[in-house]
Structures are given as structure tokens and as C-alpha cells.
T-cell receptor
């Protein structure tokens, strides 16, 4: 079974600074996808960034980038130039593309607070 | 706005009752997924449908059932409700060929009293 571990329950960062959220996962599969989802106080789940395991290049989306270390099974999220609107729960998630169902397995989340 | 709609937004009911949650996927999406978010269990996958057919089951209780209709909207039925069923229920959808990328609806907050 796949597991996703987020070891930082809470983090804070000053506005305009950079913060990195950690995620590790465990799988015996070779083909999979990794994601970071953001859940602001509105509770909406918003896709932040997506990484395909067979791609060595780290995904980036504007101020958001990942550090994907496949051998170490690590998938961290870096937020640059943090903004107040980045305050949210962040969930790391995994899909085993070989399983046929594409169900997301989520970590427990990291609560990020951006301080003015 | 993800394009996925869910109704109702909030639902308050009593133990033992039955409720139906509704989800309309984004235009063109054939897959619908249901997830439950609770304080103790976190975010858990319940069930997936693809073009009307059940594709996968996760940690879904026998008291819960779902279906996807010909117009692709989906309903999640929860019966014999217990206090522990209080949670946020999300629906997500994805396009054929891009089933790895799921877009979530705003969720239905269920409170069982």
C-alpha cells in the first residue's frame, strides 16, 4: 500500500520569504504521479502542482516549485515570495498510475501561516 | 472555480437518517471520485466512477453507496448515519486520458447530530 508522510504539522513564514514543505512517500511502483494540493480556509481543494515520476525535471508553477528525489522518495514544495493568500493547509498526494483506478492517497497535511 | 459543482453546501441531519449528496463534473470529464475529509481520518478516497461504471472502491462503508448517471452527474448516498459520519465530502472529476489530474468541487459539509 502507498503511504504519504508530511512530517511538519504546522509551519510559518514571513511574507515575501521562501518556505519549503516536506513530503515523503512509500511505494513499490515505478509509475506514479505526485501532487501538492492547497486547502485555504474556504475548504476548497486547489491543485497547486503535479509531477510525473518518470520525468526527472522538477515541476514549477510560477512561485511554486518542487524538489523531486525519486530514489529518496521525497517530494518537497518550495513557495517563493510568500503571500498572505498562501496561508492554507497543504496536502501532498500520490496516484499509482499502474493500479487503474487513479485514486489519490493524501498525507495528513501541513498548515502554513504567512505572517505579514 | 474548478467547474465541479456539489450540492448541498451544508447538510445537518440526525443519527439514523439517510442523505444524498450530488455532484456535477466539469464539462467533458467522465471520471468522478468521492473523498471524505474528517478530523480523525484525514482525506480518504471512497469510490470512483468512469462513464457510469464503478471503477474502484476505497474505504467506503457498506452503509454508503454511489452511482453515476447517464448525464455523468453522480450521487453519494449515506444511510443509517452515525455521529462519526460527520465530515466534508468532496467530489472530484477528471478527463479521459488525464485521469491523473483531478479537480475538486467545493465539498458538502455533513453534520450528524
Amino acid at each position: 500500500a502507498q503511504t504519504v508522510t508530511q512530517s511538519q504539522p504546522e509551519m510559518s513564514v514571513q511574507e515575501a520569504e521562501t518556505v519549503t514543505l516536506s513530503c515523503t512517500y512509500d511505494t513499490s511502483e515505478n509509475n506514479y504521479y505526485l501532487f501538492w494540493y492547497k486547502q485555504p480556509p474556504s475548504r476548497q481543494m486547489i491543485l497547486v502542482i503535479r509531477q510525473e515520476a518518470y520525468k526527472q525535471q522538477n515541476a514549477t508553477e510560477n512561485r511554486f516549485s518542487v524538489n523531486f528525489q525519486k530514489a529518496a522518495k521525497s517530494f518537497s514544495l518550495k513557495i517563493s515570495d510568500s503571500q498572505l493568500g498562501d496561508t492554507a493547509m497543504y496536502f501532498c498526494a500520490f496516484i499509482n498510475s499502474g493500479a487503474g483506478s487513479y485514486q489519490l492517497t493524501f498525507g495528513k497535511g501541513t498548515k502554513l501561516s504567512v505572517i505579514p | 472555480d474548478s467547474g465541479v459543482t456539489q450540492t448541498p453546501k451544508h447538510l445537518i441531519t440526525a443519527t439514523g437518517q439517510r442523505v444524498t449528496l450530488r455532484c456535477s463534473p466539469r464539462s467533458g470529464d467522465l471520471s468522478v471520485y468521492w473523498y471524505q475529509q474528517s478530523l480523525d481520518q484525514g482525506l480518504q478516497f471512497l469510490i470512483q466512477y468512469y462513464n457510469g461504471e464503478e471503477r474502484a472502491k476505497g474505504n467506503i462503508l457498506e452503509r454508503f453507496s454511489a452511482q453515476q448517471f447517464p448525464d455523468l452527474h453522480s450521487e453519494l448516498n449515506l444511510s443509517s448515519l452515525e455521529l462519526g459520519d460527520s465530515a466534508l465530502y468532496f467530489c472530484a472529476s477528471s478527463k479521459p486520458g488525464r485521469t491523473d489530474t483531478q479537480y475538486f468541487g467545493p465539498g458538502t459539509r455533513l453534520t450528524v447530530l
